[in-house]
């Protein structure tokens, strides 16, 4: 499984950027798909999470201004973020939680990562 994610790069404060989160490989179920960031120095921290079905949750930080939206026929889940300020400039890292199946059957949850994409917000 691959988790591929786009729509990195550079925007002025108050702009707006998506950013594209695609898995693909055999996959039989994703349940929740996310987004985290983290900045030069920092941990790494939750920005919002949707589940298959359920409620959606953001960081209090990006709440009001990023919308976090997912295409369950294409393993998409996509970040909407608007009114963009410098401090959301980090790595932006894409997770979900994704059965598989294989020969013999089906796997067992597992997280996997996106390979992180670079947000930088100039003021």
């Known amino acids: 499984v691959q988790l591929q994610a786009s729509g990195g790069g550079l925007a002025q404060a108050g702009g707006s950027l998506k950013l594209s989160c695609t898995a693909s490989?055999?996959?039989?179920?994703?349940?929740?798909m996310g987004w985290y960031r983290q900045a030069p120095g920092k941990q790494r921290d939750l920005v919002a999470t949707?589940?298959?079905?359920?409620?959606?949750r953001y960081a209090d930080s990006v709440k009001g201004r990023f919308t976090i939206s997912r295409d369950n026929a294409k393993n998409t889940v996509y970040l909407q973020m608007n009114s963009l300020k410098p401090e959301d400039s980090a790595v932006y890292y894409c997770n979900a939680d994704i059965r598989t199946y294989y020969s013999g059957g089906l796997s067992s949850n597992q997280i996997y990562w996106g390979q992180g994409t670079l947000v930088t917000v100039s003021s």
């Open positions: 490989g055999r996959i039989f179920s994703i349940n929740v």
């Open positions: 949707i589940p298959v079905g359920g409620n959606i």
